[in-house]
Every structure is written in structure tokens, then in C-alpha cells.
């Protein structure tokens, strides 16, 4: 494995004002003249994965490239994004505006820089998982002659859809998850009523101080999207009981589930912004949104939700709270840069070989497969084999899927 490190402007249109670093780690297998691929894994705001053994995806894909594991700017060894570093920048609004450079428009740019700096003007490979597939639908809309060919897993975004069209449309999602995961474990249905009953009744705090709410306990949810998540709940609802109070074996696993991504404060304030585009803020569109599915309010059966970031979640949690004032800026800024020019995808000459998961929880289908006939060049593989998590648990049959798809 090599390290490479690269400084970019902050803002690719003030090349002269602040720069960042920018850490990709190249992986090589047998072949040191094959292609490259650069992997652009899910978020926003999480660091590219590190390579421990050598996962199924990343085996197959040494087969036929090079790899460039990048830390997408913000995370990992890249410049990070943190509550200490935040707070160097001044007040809430001076932090909002620096977080704005942190989308997927930035991170194509970075891309490109990087790819001139590696090999001149020989276009690459990409891959894009999840919000990784989001960057590589930006990079065909903003710089198609950097790539060769894009792979992208459960992660073609709708093109034109506003955050309040992607809520509307995944709420229903989760609550079908929910239902098949009662269905799966009816057992569950008595216990999150009882867990849930407790949260309202007396103060519960998790072992780092978080209090344990009814709506941070619905959270659990976001497992249901992966492929053993549903089993993961099910083993923290056995038995979250010692007597009349919660066991601190279910507050320690609650806490483990909920925390996942504190550290990556990215995923927090720019998960709706990831969906902007144009005029009109995103004012909390998964809060506004759930007020539409009286379900999940609904006192006689616990209805998890699911990727949603709300704005109790910065009030709630002491490694968030910080970042609470440049949360709710961002969430009413009035107007963003597109990411996605419609007129331009449509000539798309870029071979595009897709996995669309049937089920995915995270990304609507509907509004993936409208994408897939929009973006010329795609090539869709639809399949209910997977959840959201296919490429990493497929053990590299995802991948060489589309690999085949894109090439035949």
C-alpha cells in the first residue's frame, strides 16, 4: 500500500484562498500497470475503509486495477472536519459556510485534482457506494471526460427530487421494514412497547450521559437496512430488562448503535444538504416530513425510523451539541449550486453498469431506476439479493457483476 497526499483550494473557484489535504491510500495487488479505480465509499462524511485482510470487493477489483482508497475531504487523514476544528473558525455562521464546501460537487473536484496529479489526462475508473454513487452521478454530470467507467452500488440519487420528495418516499420504505422485521420477530413488538413506556415514563441515560429518549430509541431503526441489522435489533430487544429498569448490557449495545457515526460530525449536518439543489432550504425535511406518517407517533406499537437526521439529535448529544447553531443554518440556507446538469446526463457517453437494490432503505429505488433511464450510458442490474450493503457482504459478486455488465 502506498500514501498519497494532495493539497486542494477549500473552494475550487478561490484556487488562491484556503487550501486543504487531501489522503488517498493506493492499493495494489499483482499487476503494477493496471488501471486505476478510484473507490468513493457511503456517507456523508465518512473516511474511506481501511483495508484489514483483503474484503471480497477490494479482492476482486485488485484483479483487474489499481485502487485509490480516498478519504473524502473532511474525513479519515484528509484535512478532518471536527468540533475542535470547527470552533477555530469563529462563530456558528462562519462554520456553516465553511461546511458548505464539503458536498459532492467538492468532492468530484477533488477527484479530478487528483487524477491530473496521478496520470495527466488518462481517465480513471470509478466506483461509488451509496453516497459514493451520488459523487460519481455528480462527476458524470460535471467531468465525464475524467472517467473510463463508473460502477455505482445503491447509489444512483434522483436527479431532481428535493429532500422533502426523498422523505416522502423512503418513510413508507422503513415502515415495511418494520413490519417484516415484526413478522420475523413478533416477540420484538411487546418488548419496544415496554422499552418505550419506561423512556416516557422516567429519565433514562445511556453510560456516556445521553439521555435515552422514545425517538433516539426509535433511531435503532437505521439497522433495518442492512443485511444482518434486523437480526442486530432483535438480539438487543431479548432482553433489555434487569428487573424493573434496563440492563446496562442493552444500554452499553444501544449506545454502540447510536454513536456509530458521532464521530463523523459530516453525516450529521450534511446529510439533507446532500440532497439540495437550487432554491429552497431543507428547513429539517426528515422532521417535517414524519409529521405526514402519524404511524410513527403511534403509542400501541413502536415504528422505527431510519436514516433521518433530526434536530433533536443536536440537542440530545453531547458530541453534537456543539455543532447545534451551524446545523440549523445549514438546514435554512436559501439556495445551493446543482449537482446534477439533467441536459448533460442525458448525452452521457460513459459506460454505467448500476446495482439497484430492489429493497433498499436508504436510497428509493423508484427514484434510482428514473435516473437509470435518464443518464445515458446506464446499465442497471436490478436484484432483491442484497440489501443497501451488498458490495461489502457479496464477497465480490456484486462487483464482478457490473464489471461484466459494463463491458459486455
Not at 492499493?27 to 473507490?39: E, N, Q, Y
Not at 465553511?98 to 470509478?126: K, N
Not at 452500488?153 to 429532500?163: I, Q, W
Request: charged fraction near 25%.
Amino acid at each position: 500500500m502506498i500514501d498519497h497526499f494532495f493539497t486542494v483550494p477549500l473552494d475550487h473557484d478561490e484556487p488562491g484562498g484556503p487550501s486543504i489535504e487531501l489522503y488517498a491510500r493506493e492499493v495494489r495487488g499483482s499487476g503494477k500497470d493496471l488501471p486505476w479505480l478510484v473507490f468513493l465509499n457511503g456517507g456523508p462524511g465518512f473516511a474511506s475503509p481501511r483495508p484489514v485482510g483483503r474484503p471480497g470487493w477490494l479482492d476482486r477489483a485488485l484483479r483487474d486495477y489499481r485502487v485509490l482508497l480516498l478519504d473524502q475531504r473532511g474525513t479519515g487523514r484528509s484535512t478532518p472536519v471536527s468540533r475542535a476544528g470547527l470552533a477555530k473558525l469563529g462563530d456558528a455562521a462562519a462554520q456553516a459556510e465553511y461546511l458548505t464546501h464539503f458536498r459532492a460537487d467538492s468532492i468530484v473536484r477533488d477527484a479530478e485534482a487528483i487524477r491530473r496529479a496521478l496520470i495527466g489526462d488518462a481517465p480513471w475508473s470509478l466506483l461509488g457506494q451509496s453516497f459514493g454513487g451520488f459523487c460519481a452521478t455528480a462527476y458524470l454530470s460535471t467531468a465525464p471526460e475524467g472517467l473510463r467507467e463508473a460502477f455505482v452500488t445503491g447509489g444512483l440519487p434522483g436527479l431532481t427530487a428535493t429532500a422533502d420528495d426523498v422523505y416522502r418516499r423512503l418513510y413508507p420504505r422503513v415502515l415495511a421494514k418494520n413490519l417484516a422485521h415484526y413478522e420475523r420477530f413478533p416477540g420484538d413488538v411487546e418488548q419496544s412497547v415496554r422499552v418505550a413506556g419506561l423512556l416516557r415514563e422516567r429519565d433514562a441515560r445511556l453510560p456516556g450521559g445521553r439521555r435515552l429518549t422514545v425517538e433516539a430509541f426509535q433511531a435503532l431503526g437505521n439497522l433495518l437496512g442492512s443485511s444482518t441489522g434486523s437480526e442486530v435489533l432483535h438480539f438487543l430487544l431479548e432482553a433489555p430488562f434487569d428487573g424493573t429498569e434496563l440492563s446496562d448490557a442493552f444500554l452499553v449495545g444501544v449506545e454502540r448503535e447510536l454513536t456509530w457515526a458521532a464521530g463523523n460530525p459530516l453525516y450529521y449536518v450534511l446529510h439533507e444538504p446532500c440532497y439540495a439543489q437550487g432554491e429552497g432550504a431543507t428547513s429539517w425535511s426528515a422532521q417535517r416530513v414524519r409529521a405526514e406518517f402519524g404511524e410513527f407517533d403511534d403509542d400501541e406499537r413502536v415504528l422505527f425510523t431510519g436514516e433521518m437526521i433530526y434536530p433533536w439529535m443536536f440537542d440530545n448529544d453531547p458530541l453534537l451539541q456543539p455543532l447545534r447553531e451551524a446545523a440549523h443554518l445549514l438546514a435554512e440556507r436559501p439556495s445551493w449550486p446543482r449537482l446534477y446538469d439533467v441536459d448533460r446526463l442525458r448525452g452521457n457517453m460513459v459506460p454505467v453498469a448500476a446495482a439497484v437494490y430492489y429493497e433498499d432503505m436508504y436510497v428509493d429505488f423508484d427514484l434510482s431506476m428514473e435516473t437509470a433511464r435518464t443518464v445515458g450510458g446506464v446499465r442497471p442490474w436490478v436484484t432483491n439479493q442484497y440489501q443497501h450493503d451488498g458490495l461489502r457482504v457479496s464477497n465480490g459478486v456484486v462487483l464482478d457483476r457490473l464489471i461484466e455488465l459494463a463491458r459486455d
